[in-house]
């Protein structure tokens, strides 16, 4: 059974056999931690990213710079706590040091390190979620101010003793100004047996050890090296009779391992595993969970892993991969749930053939019969969306007689992660998985003219981004795709083959350096030109995906994207057989719950998971995704009555009754509630996002004052935009807006802006986010914000629930202290739009 459904352009490879992933379901490891799903800077502001996509992750932990830090110029602890908390967040590490400007910390004496120690402290100890932060004093040591890893033993334990008295001394200023202060250390750029052992010792001795031991994992050798490390370190307590204490890996991951499912199920595998907290490196920009949003609230690949992951419930299990603790191979991390009748196997990191053996499958829990559901989370960039994981195969499968199930995957991509659900088989036959005709070509592999193939992101070269196939075209001559520099001007053609005629989805992954929206004429078999507009990408490697419609017909075809002078970079296209319009049922045995509601597998039909049963004070949260904002179907497969909740409007949802709701880009969170039983299969949901019923009003309709004004943007609805509004309090841009019916809408801002404060950073994009106050009506003024969108004329939007009363209505914009993005338009849908 092939469960994937898609192929690869180029030459074929010899098939060989599967390798084999062993999930043991006796072997018990612990209660799943989720630990591995920090970030370092994945929040840049409250509001950036947004609370659909930071709800679902439940982050077990961030590190952030303590309020007014001049290490970078957003992501304050204190500023974003309340994003982090109000969505389930853990706890918050504060990275003390970066209070400091430069890169290397500038070291200008302990004296002047200890008095902003005490205002950090002051300030952290005073909030009323002071339990939920711990204090980071030092950050990579033996690097930074210290020199712990000079060879010579003598210059070693002078630097040692030097930084062992420093690390006393703030130890004991931080727990004089708070007591039950929690302290983190000694946060070493990666392990080093040596430091550690004399760290503990010496702490130990002179009572100031940490809360948390903390130390970085940034190499592709950690992969191969953690286990040993973290043996070692607990060895070492042991040794000294210290309890075991916690584990934080507060940075792992390199540039090319961000973003790609594939690569994060082997970090996050041997992190869970070991029960250790674990957090993502910052190599970019601030504010998009570390590579895995895209723009404020658009998950892309990597977010779908980790909302996988956050979906793991009950204790992990024994998972045994091909070749364990190797960099670049098939790794995977499993669960099981007794009590929801769920094991769950997350899985990937290799291309080929696997085999998926599932032992000990425990008849009381699951009975003879089990049904597997496998799903595909794939690379689709740092910036390039990605809609919910597509389901491949829903099997229902015999349970062997010695206890066990093999769920095979066939003809997977190393950069890809896929899970297996296993549910008890009921009665019934689960629907056969739509898995359209696709297939993806890398633009090394295509015919290039005046251009260049280059390799960024190997394990070789880590500190570059990834590509599809470790390639991507340039077209110019002697340029670096991680610069921002260069012209590609060069021309592709991609010779492809259908299996019939028709339209396909194609869906170009690239990267933009220009500064500002950039296009590039595309034809079929040289014929027919269309130009497309690719959205300005943070450099020209940080990959964003292009989706369009193109007519083919069936055979060989070649696709040609005309040479240009625009910086455009290409890594690979995707084609997909268009069967319809979009449709996603969401499991509701799968989605997040509240209160106690009970798991039903009477029957497998239908999505093949069972059923959800709601009862009053239970509820289930969906995930919805949505290509762009608009009006979609939604239909609940309940067997009774439920309400639902989006966007603060409820609606009542009868069974199979379509409902027309608006949904905005990227996620949206649907709860469904029910004051009595009621069975939920899923929600389905439909639809590419309609305008009809919409209300629209462009820039040039809005009434200025306070100098704000109308100016020309070529990319701007209309060809104008709101410009220079803010700084004033009487700066303002009104919106009048007549509703033809009152209740709960969707405000959707056209908004652009490039604010940045670059300090001069080695590698971080230091943007900057703008905000806005909004007032509608006589209600109370509400501050938004508005992430960076790479340029001027780069419009993005944001959706911000209001309440319209029929008729006229006014809509403002101001900020009386600093500047509000340029605005190209806004649009009003109603949540829940007439049929």
């Not at 404020?296 to 009950?314: H, K, L, S, V």
């Not at 209160?595 to 969906?622: I, K, M, Q, W």
């Not at 209300?695 to 004004?709: N, V």
Request: charged residues 20%.
């Amino acid at each position: 059974m092939d469960v994937t459904g898609h192929t690869t352009g180029g030459a074929g490879e010899a098939a060989s056999a599967p390798q084999c992933l062993v999930v043991d379901l006796a072997a018990v490891e612990g209660p799943v931690l989720l630990g591995a799903n920090g970030t370092l800077y994945g929040i840049g502001d409250d509001g950036v990213p947004g609370d659909a996509v930071l709800a679902p992750l439940k982050i077990t932990s961030i590190t952030q710079k303590p309020e007014g830090g001049a290490q970078h110029p957003n992501g304050d602890a204190l500023s974003v706590c309340g994003s982090f908390f109000r969505n389930g967040g853990g706890e918050i590490n504060v990275m003390m040091q970066d209070v400091y400007a430069e890169w290397p910390y500038e070291n200008l004496g302990m004296d002047d390190y200890l008095a902003k120690v005490d205002r950090i402290v002051e300030e952290v100890s005073a909030h009323p979620h002071a339990d939920r932060f711990v204090y980071i004093p030092f950050n990579e040591p033996d690097c930074i101010w210290y020199d712990l890893g000079v060879p010579d033993r003598a210059a070693y334990e002078a630097h040692r003793d030097r930084f062992f008295a420093d690390w006393r001394t703030v130890y004991r200023r931080i727990r004089a100004i708070d007591p039950g202060a929690r302290i983190a250390g000694p946060n070493e750029t990666g392990y080093h047996t040596r430091l550690m052992a004399d760290f503990l010792a010496f702490a130990q001795r002179e009572n100031v050890l940490p809360q948390v031991t903390t130390w970085h994992e940034l190499s592709p050798d950690s992969l191969r090296d953690f286990q040993s490390h973290h043996d070692d370190y607990r060895a070492i307590e042991r040794r000294l009779g210290i309890a075991p204490l916690r584990i934080s890996i507060d940075e792992y991951a390199n540039r090319r391992d961000l973003s790609v499912p594939g690569r994060l199920v082997q970090w996050v595998s041997m992190f869970e595993r070991n029960k250790v907290y674990a957090n993502q490196a910052y190599w970019d920009a601030a504010g998009n969970l570390d590579g895995n949003v895209v723009r404020t609230n658009i998950p892309n690949g990597g977010w779908w892993f980790f909302r996988w992951y956050a979906g793991m419930t009950g204790h992990t299990v024994g998972v045994t991969p091909p070749r364990p603790h190797t960099t670049g191979t098939l790794q995977g991390l499993a669960c099981l749930d007794t009590s929801r009748r769920q094991a769950q196997v997350l899985l990937g990191g290799s291309d080929g053939d696997t085999d998926v053996v599932v032992r000990a499958v425990p008849g009381a829990v699951f009975g003879r019969t089990v049904v597997a559901t496998v799903a595909e989370a794939a690379w689709t960039g740092y910036e390039g969306q990605h809609a919910a994981p597509r389901v491949l195969a829903r099997t229902r499968l015999e349970v062997a007689a010695d206890g066990s199930v093999t769920v095979p995957l066939r003809a997977g991509h190393r950069m890809s992660a896929y899970r297996i659900v296993l549910t008890p088989g009921g009665a019934g036959t689960p629907s056969a998985a739509s898995v359209p005709w696709s297939a993806s070509y890398g633009a090394q592999d295509a015919a290039i003219t005046g251009g260049l193939v280059r390799t960024p992101g190997t394990v070789a070269d880590t500190d570059r981004y990834a590509t599809s196939g470790t390639k991507d075209t340039d077209g110019s001559p002697g340029t670096d795709t991680d610069t921002d520099t260069a012209t590609a001007t060069g021309r592709v053609d991609f010779t492809v083959t259908v299996p019939a005629d028709g339209t396909y989805d194609l869906a170009v992954l690239y990267g933009n350096r220009s500064g500002a929206p950039a296009t590039r004429k595309l034809l079929v078999d040289g014929a027919k030109p269309v130009t497309v507009t690719y959205p300005s990408t943070q450099n020209a490697a940080y990959r964003a995906r292009k989706e369009l419609g193109v007519e083919l017909s069936a055979g060989s075809r070649v696709l040609t994207f005309a040479a240009c002078d625009a910086g455009i970079t290409l890594d690979r296209i995707d084609l997909t057989a268009r069967t319809g319009a979009p449709s996603t049922s969401y499991e509701a045995t799968l989605a997040d719950i509240g209160g106690t509601p009970t798991y039903d597998y009477s029957s497998s039909a239908g999505v093949g998971t069972g059923a959800l049963v709601l009862r009053d004070g239970d509820r289930a949260v969906f995930d919805v995704y949505a290509p762009r904002d608009g009006y979609y179907t939604v239909v609940s497969r309940a067997s009774a009555t439920v309400l639902l909740t989006l966007h603060g409007e409820r609606v009542t949802a009868a069974p199979d009754r379509p409902l027309r709701l608006y949904l905005v880009a990227g996620n949206n969170r649907v709860a469904l509630t029910a004051g009595h039983a009621a069975a939920v299969r899923s929600l389905d949901v439909s639809g590419a996002g309609s305008a009809d019923g919409t209300l629209s009003y462009a820039a040039a309709s809005a009434t200025l004052t306070g100098g704000a004004r109308l100016v020309d943007s070529l990319h701007a609805f209309g060809g104008s935009c709101v410009d220079d509004l803010g700084n004033s309090p009487s700066s303002a841009a009104e919106f009048t807006v007549r509703a033809p019916d009152p209740g709960r809408h969707l405000l959707i801002v056209h908004y652009a802006h490039d604010d940045r404060r670059d300090n001069g950073h080695a590698y971080n994009t230091d943007i900057v986010s703008r905000t806005a106050e909004l007032t509608v009506g006589a209600a109370a003024p509400l501050r938004i914000t508005f992430k960076n969108t790479w340029s001027r004329e780069d419009y993005w939007t944001l959706g911000v629930p209001v309440d319209l009363r029929k008729g006229v209505n006014s809509v403002t914009f101001r900020n009386a202290t600093g500047w509000a993005p340029r605005i190209s338009r806004i649009e009003l849908g109603r949540v829940h739009g007439r049929s």
